[in-house]
């Protein structure tokens, strides 16, 4: 036998066309009264069912998956314990509406602030392509769209915070906290705000973490800067870069590695690259690969053979490798101030800034390692300064 999968909601009309609201739970007297009366999706007009036990929060659910296309998703307990904390919080400073259905782009966010703010908690998983569409769609519609990541904890390891691709699709900027993802937690009844967020991987970054109770914070939100954190020395950035490299060569066979096999047919060994390749760069999370491998790209293609390169041409180079695949570009769909251009500008920056002439590949171990050393010793204070804001 087919089982059902209810769509649920926290508003729905009643026979006269009244909007009935599950924000706060009403009291066990009314909830008898609206079990024995009829109730619709505002959207569909479907019937839809009162569902109120002692523990779960009270809600409407339609009978059918597919009987409305304006909810997409499920919504678990966690959800709308979520979504109803972050009403309350809104509406102590503003105007806020539940579910509000916007017909022109037949989305429906899961709250709508008076100042046309669409309020997206997520706690599910979702394609990058729909996140993407839903984005586009508040901006074209002037809606500025806030999302709130709800899902499970974001994990640690050591000091570092795993972020997925799924996770990067909240990742957001600004001049004062860097990188930046903002996550809501119903249990606790707190936000946990991620700054400065510098990865040491694709997928491991370094941040600063501020836990805000939700009575805490105003709205719209608006953050203290804390201390920066502490990243990682130098030596330790060119352990992991070679750390890394040694992984590619036993994970991926090296030679088929689009990256190493251009290092090797150029006549390099990619342990000997110029100090000056695989540096820690302010907003290289635009980007999904290590360093090393667009400023090798940059160095084989621009600025071995030319002393005073342009930013439009180091861009050209890199465009070219995201062009053809070489390169992955991290989908940011909140973040819309920077480009492959303020990347570049910052990279040929702390090449100006340190005066470099020419970039040497070593001829052997110990005369990187000698370098690599030097290296730390001469530019760790500029280029961490550089990182951290």
Not at 218 to 243: C, D, G, R
């Amino acid at each position: 036998m087919k089982s059902e999968r209810s769509v649920i909601m926290l508003v729905a009309v009643d026979q006269h066309g009244k909007a009935i609201s599950l924000v706060k739970r009403p009291p066990e007297a009314l909830i008898s009264e609206l079990r024995s009366s009829r109730h619709f999706c505002p959207v569909c007009r479907q019937p839809v069912i009162l569902k109120a036990g002692a523990v779960k929060v009270p809600h409407f659910a339609h009978m059918q998956a597919h009987s409305c296309d304006s909810f997409t998703e499920r919504e678990s307990d966690r959800h709308l314990k979520g979504k109803v904390d972050l009403y309350s919080w809104i509406s102590r400073y503003e105007k806020v509406k539940l579910e509000a259905f916007l017909p022109d782009i037949s989305q429906r966010p899961d709250l709508l602030a008076e100042g046309k703010v669409a309020v997206e908690y997520q706690c599910s998983h979702i394609s990058a392509n729909l996140f993407v569409k839903r984005t586009a769609g508040y901006k074209a519609n002037g809606v500025f769209p806030l999302w709130i990541y709800g899902g499970p904890p974001i994990k640690k390891q050591a000091h570092l915070y795993r972020f997925s691709a799924f996770h990067r699709l909240f990742f957001q900027y600004s001049p004062l906290f860097g990188f930046w993802f903002l996550m809501y937690c119903p249990e606790r009844e707190a936000f946990l705000l991620y700054s400065q967020l510098t990865p040491i991987s694709a997928s491991l970054y370094s941040a600063s973490v501020q836990i805000i109770p939700l009575t805490y914070l105003p709205y719209p939100p608006s953050f203290a800067k804390k201390q920066p954190p502490t990243l990682f020395s130098l030596s330790q950035w060119f352990k992991q870069k070679n750390q890394w490299i040694q992984k590619q060569l036993y994970f991926k066979q090296g030679v088929y590695h689009p990256f190493l096999s251009l290092v090797y047919k150029t006549g390099h060994n990619p342990f000997l690259l110029p100090e000056w390749i695989g540096v820690p760069v302010r907003y290289m999370a635009l980007i999904k690969n290590h360093p090393i491998e667009w400023q090798f790209y940059l160095w084989k293609d621009l600025l071995s053979r030319k002393k005073e390169a342009g930013v439009q041409e180091a861009v050209n180079v890199i465009e070219e490798y995201v062009a053809k695949g070489n390169l992955q570009m991290n989908i940011f769909p909140l973040v819309s101030s920077l480009t492959v251009t303020d990347l570049t500008k910052e990279y040929l920056f702390l090449l100006q800034s340190a005066d470099v002439k020419s970039l040497q590949a070593s001829k052997t171990t110990f005369e990187q390692m000698a370098k690599e050393k030097r290296f730390a010793a001469d530019y760790e204070e500029l280029i961490m300064n550089r990182l951290i804001f």
